[in-house]
């Protein structure tokens, strides 16, 4: 475990206002480490890098530190788990150090293997259709199972469920907080959280008690990205944190994946400007994999390969191979997959719309029908 000494001299350095990543660095350029930054003769040392500010702010900073090196040893203390680890810690992510702007000092709560993992992040919309959840859940599962950790924010949507496939296979998952590791959020996600750090990787750059500020999210978004060989996004529309993600990936130069979706979806929108800017469409899990060349576990199921591809060829409105129940419906045969009004469905089928409304719902209640916003049905398909 870190010692206290240290902890408050990293603490000190990174936490004190008006300092940042970048004054942070140009001290440990200079100096070699934190202790040595504040060992030195503030006066004469600090001077030639940083602002008369910013060196009234360090002189002063040293009660504070010493406050929350203790909060955090508590914490550390709390469970076998838990770490701090700094820049230049032989623990620290060779993938990070790799980026122009690794964090500092990283806490991270689970298995700390995960750090070094081989990994591939998945993010999206915080408001996905019910296809953008299967496929996010699908393509994280069968990422995990060949050995690939899935790297994304812990945010509602699309993150939320590509976690929860990526627990499903030893892979495991790693959630990049934007908070503190004491400050779950969204709280929705709480008992996700608790069963990640129970198998898989929480982490987070931000000091303890540190709230959901808006800044700190898209800030963020450079250790979801800077930790994986490559980015998928699953769903996203044009003003969407998942595209920072995808353009910060790229600035890192790692590979960015996007899955096509309908022309009818708003959420789909994100993924088309990406592909028509470069990132390669994929319609399975195992696109990536042998994109990326990364190795794996075991050799996926006959079906596996086909059923991802059903499940993002239906999302971009493509006509998979129909499944046994799809043969015998025809209503969903005619549905589609791309998202249509129920006066165009009735228009394809000659049915009127209250036997559609009605024969729609048996179906949205089964799971193979999701409905839109604007009054638009899709068929889910099933992977």
């Not at 070699?32 to 008369?52: I, M």
């Not at 096509?260 to 800017?277: D, F, V």
Request: aromatic share 4%; with cysteine; proline share 7%.
């Amino acid at each position: 475990m870190i010692e206290r000494d240290e902890l408050a001299a990293w603490l000190r350095l990174i936490e004190t206002p008006g300092i940042g990543n970048e004054g942070a660095r140009r001290l440990l350029a200079a100096f070699g480490s934190p202790q040595a930054v504040f060992d030195a003769p503030a006066a004469s040392a600090w001077r030639a890098l940083l602002t008369p500010a910013q060196v009234a702010a360090l002189a002063a900073s040293h009660d504070s530190a010493a406050v929350a090196a203790q909060t955090t040893l508590a914490w550390l203390a709390a469970g076998p788990d838990r770490q701090v680890v700094p820049l230049g810690d032989p623990a620290y992510p060779d993938t990070l150090l790799q980026t122009a702007d690794p964090p500092l000092l990283l806490y991270t709560q689970g298995r700390p293997e995960l750090l070094q993992a081989l990994s591939v992040a998945v993010v999206g919309s915080r408001n996905p259709t019910r296809q953008g959840l299967d496929n996010a859940r699908s393509f994280a599962a069968h990422l995990s199972r060949q050995g690939i950790t899935v790297v994304s924010g812990l945010a509602l949507g699309i993150d939320g469920a590509a976690h929860e496939g990526a627990l499903d296979g030893p892979g495991g998952t790693v959630a990049v907080l934007g908070t503190g590791l004491d400050r779950i959020y969204p709280r929705r996600h709480l008992d996700l959280a608790h069963r990640i750090a129970a198998a898989g990787l929480l982490i987070s750059e931000y000091a303890l008690g540190t709230p959901p500020l808006p800044a700190n999210f898209p800030r963020r978004n450079r250790i979801i990205s800077g930790l994986a060989r490559g980015t998928l996004v699953v769903e996203a529309a044009l003003a969407s944190g998942s595209l920072i993600t995808a353009r910060m990936a790229s600035e890192q130069g790692r590979e960015v994946f996007a899955i096509p979706g309908s022309i009818h979806t708003p959420q789909s929108r994100g993924c088309h400007a990406l592909i028509k800017q470069g990132a390669k469409l994929v319609d399975s899990a195992q696109d990536i994999l042998e994109e990326l060349q990364l190795p794996s576990l075991a050799v996926a199921s006959p079906g596996a390969r086909e059923s991802e591809a059903a499940a993002a060829a239906g999302h971009a409105g493509a006509s998979p191979e129909p499944s046994t129940k799809a043969g015998s419906d025809p209503l969903l045969d005619a549905l589609g997959f791309d998202a249509i009004t129920l006066d165009g469905l009735s228009a394809r089928t000659g049915w009127d719309c209250a036997t559609l409304s009605a024969r729609l719902l048996e179906l949205e209640l089964a799971g193979d029908v999701a409905r839109l916003p604007g009054q638009l049905f899709q068929r889910i398909a099933r992977s």
